[in-house]
Every structure is written in structure tokens, then in C-alpha cells.
């Protein structure tokens, strides 16, 4: 089932003379489709986009009362980048959505609010979400949640971190039953068993793993020294 960006989005990227690509699009289907899907595909792809695509058409379509998504990354500062990336292009786009993050620098009257006066997108880490799951009124903040953003899954499931995400998945799972995940990752030797892992608080068959091949190119560039440049010691000082 192949889904129409909303009005909103699609100007944006007409704007910048975008299109979606591939892996972008089959994100959104698959979402559309009613399947979680793991994304695999190197650097520079573009993944983070495609897992915050649907979220985006979502909250553009309709109005979502409390927590819509909400996004866990093994490292507190690429939560705050990712939100800080996300910022921008909603408000360019014109959409009424909150974007906040939720870590171990949030200041604890924010973090109580956010319990009971949730954002629509929450960016988080593993231990914060056992955190939240631990409080007896959890459901009230989950019963809302629809979708679900794993990023850099890949440096999260060989770890006790990932042991500890896991035991929260299968809690939100209880929480919210409807939730669709959407788990990006870089290129790994055995991706099923990435699929298989965020598989099982969802059903397995409706877990799509999808793949991509290539990314951004890299571009390097070789500055030209005036003078001969040394073998060895004081490269340095030869490096400008």
C-alpha cells in the first residue's frame, strides 16, 4: 500500500528539490501497512528520516493527544542531535508537534511533567525507559503511544544495555499492544537476528526487514603543502 505524503511534507521536500528515497518509501509502506520494519543500511543513508517519517505524516494527518512516539538511542547526546535535527524541519514544515528529550541532564521538574503532560515525540535512552515503565500510573503515559524508533540497534543488543531494553520492550508491549516499531541499524553480518530480537514484543511475521545498499559517498580531500612533508615526526606542523 503506497501512502501520499501529506500536503505539508511534500512541499518540504519539493522545496529542496528532494525526493524520498527507496528506503524511505518502503519504511513509510510498511508502516502504512500495519508492520513493524528493521532498516538496514550504512551511514549517511538517511535513516533517521525514514524512521521518523510516519510519525511526521501521523501527527500531520490528525491530532494526537499525548505521547505519539517515542525514540531510544544508546547515547544521551545523539537523543539531543537527532532532536535538534528534528526541530527545524517541523517548524519549517508548520506542524503543531512538541519534540523533547528525556536523559540524566533532563532537570527533574521537567521529567515529572513530562509523565503527565507528554510530548508527541520523546527522544530517550534505555535506562530512562526503565525508569518510566517502573511508575505505577506507566500505563496513563503509554496508553497513547503508537510507534516506536530503535536507533543504532545494532550497539544496543550484544550489551547489558540491550538486555535492559529488551525487558522494557516487552513492558511497553503490555502498555501499548498496537505499537508498530521501526528499528534502524547499520549494516551487520546477520541482520535476521536483529529482526528476530525487536520481533518478539510484536509478531514476528509482521516485522519487515529491509535492506539498503550504498550511502553517501565520501568526499576527501588532500590539502597541498608548500613545503616537503617529513616521514616522520612533527607532521603537524606541515599539516596547514
Known sequence: MVKDLPAQIQTWFDQRNWQLRAHQRQVLDAT????????????????????????LADLAEENHSGLHTLYISPLKALAVDVARNLTDPIAEMGLDIRVETRTGDTPSSKRVRQRYDAPHILLTTPEQLALLISYPDASRMFASLKR????ELHALVTSKRGELLSLGLARLAKLAPHMQIT??????????????????????????????????????????????????????AYAI
Open 183 to 236: 528499528a534502524l541499524s547499520a549494516t551487520v553480518a546477520q541482520p535476521e537476528m536483529l529482526r528476530e530480537w525487536i520481533a518478539r514484543p510484536v509478531a514476528p511475521q509482521k516485522t519487515k526487514l529491509l535492506k539498503m545498499k550504498g550511502g553517501a559517498g565520501a568526499k576527501v580531500s588532500i590539502l597541498a603543502s608548500k613545503s616537503r612533508l617529513p616521514w616522520a615526526g612533527h607532521a603537524a
Open 148 to 151: 516506536l524508533v530503535l536507533d
Open 32 to 55: 502504512s501497512a500495519g508492520h513493524s520494519s528493521l532498516l538496514i543500511a550504512p551511514t549517511g543513508a538517511g535513516k533517521t528520516l525514514a524512521g521518523f517519517l510516519p510519525t
